[in-house]
């Protein structure tokens, strides 16, 4: 079975720019999560998704940010305009929660990761 | 609020045992472990639930303590495969999105 599949795996882009990160979750997973994680802050949530509603955005760190779940099988992370302390590797999740029953989420599935590089 | 891990770092030979704690300042619910080696993605161990309830794989084991609020993660024998950061996520609320400590580096050296 294929895993959660994350494109681009590495994005070097200038100041300034948008860009833009894509994930398609496991089929069958209804919550996606999309994570960034460097050195100095570690695996911070940025934001998730139940059943293709955002549900917890509190992690987005700024305006610039944004991201969208238009179907179950697709999600984008956009930045704009990307600065360099936005260099990072995100990862996006994805597992089947139903947040009604306790105990937290259920095992999450990470994908590869995208490297982002803004000079 | 980011549940605390101890130690920051360990550095075994391979054989040898290890313990990783994971507290919190707040009730937990649950606490998930993962392990993520060096330029790869997280990748899960176990989740341990409220009353006892523990799932997951490998030879690795956990316990939980709802009490003092505080989980370990035991490597017994440690194997090179075992090398690697280890995180314990918690959640806020009983459904709630998880928050993950700051990791627990694991080296083990032949």
């Known amino acids: 079975d294929a895993g959660v599949i994350q494109s681009p795996r590495h994005e070097v882009t200038e100041m300034g720019q948008e860009v833009t990160l894509r994930c398609k979750p496991i089929?069958?997973?209804?919550?996606l999560f999309w994570y960034r994680q460097t050195m100095m802050r570690g695996l911070e949530l940025l934001i998730y998704f139940n059943n293709n509603v955002p549900i917890d955005d509190s992690g987005m760190p700024e305006d610039r940010f944004s991201a969208k779940m238009p179907n179950a099988s697709f999600s984008t992370l956009k930045i704009q305009p990307s600065e360099p302390r936005d260099s990072a590797v995100y990862f996006c999740a994805s597992s089947f929660w139903v947040i009604e029953l306790p105990g937290g989420p259920e095992p999450q599935h990470f994908g590869d990761g995208t490297r982002l590089s803004i000079l | 609020q980011q549940p605390v891990q101890s130690p920051q770092a360990v550095i075994l030979r391979e054989g040898e045992d290890a313990v990783i704690n994971c507290s919190s300042s707040?009730?937990?619910?649950?606490v998930h472990w993962y392990r993520q080696k060096h330029g790869e993605a997280p990748v899960f161990l176990m989740i341990?639930?409220?009353?006892?309830e523990q799932k997951g794989h490998e030879k690795i084991s956990a316990s939980f303590n709802e009490k003092k609020q505080q989980s370990s993660l035991y490597l017994t024998a440690s194997q090179l495969s075992y090398s690697g950061t280890y995180f314990c996520g918690t959640p806020e609320t009983s459904g709630s999105r998880l928050t993950f400590g700051e990791g627990t580096q694991l080296t083990v050296n032949p």
């Open positions: 341990l639930l409220k009353g006892g």
């Open positions: 707040k009730a937990l619910y649950s």
């Open positions: 089929s069958g997973h209804n919550s």
